[in-house]
């Protein structure tokens, strides 16, 4: 169980820092349809595939001390920022090691917005689809983001960008 902690703990920290929540639950969804181990269970939501059991870990993490989460007022929200702890880097090093891929994997994730993340673990959700058919399932269910054909055609070279970097 702690060791699913400690995968978590240690993607913080080669991310450096991870801003806003749903950014957080994006990228671990999209590490691990690479393949990565991790062993939260996601399901379908408002903005994409979420887990229940990642936002439990996070805030475990947080009140063991082994992630910091800061909270920025912008105004009409709320934006919360994570980062581990030295505490945290001490627990995560009980992980016997790292893939060699994960850290250009979540550095390449981490330059992307929340919103185009969004897009991604969206279109990787459905990847039982046609290409066509997922393309049309996120204007049905994201259809108020206005994705663009460009940004479309950049998410799926992007999900060909981590496929090469995917451990399989």
Not at 1 to 7: C, F, T, Y
């Amino acid at each position: 169980m702690l060791e699913e902690h400690a995968k978590v703990v240690q993607f913080v920290s080669l991310a450096g820092q991870v801003t806003g929540r749903k950014k957080l639950q994006k990228m671990v969804y999209i590490a691990k349809k690479m393949q990565f181990p991790f062993q939260e269970k996601y399901q379908f939501h408002i903005y994409g595939p979420y887990s229940e059991e990642l936002t439990l870990r996070i805030e475990e993490l947080c009140n063991m001390g082994f992630l910091s989460e800061e909270k920025e007022d912008k105004g009409s929200y709320v934006q919360y920022r994570y980062a581990v702890t030295d505490e945290g880097t001490s627990f995560s090093s009980m992980l016997s090691k790292q893939c060699d891929k994960l850290p250009t994997v979540i550095e390449l994730m981490n330059d992307k917005s929340a919103r185009f993340l969004e897009l991604v673990s969206t279109l990787l959700y459905f990847d039982e689809l046609s290409k066509e058919e997922r393309i049309e399932k996120v204007h049905v269910v994201k259809g108020k983001l206005n994705f663009t054909e460009e940004e479309m055609s950049d998410a799926f070279e992007f999900i060909a960008q981590l496929e090469q970097q995917s451990i399989n």
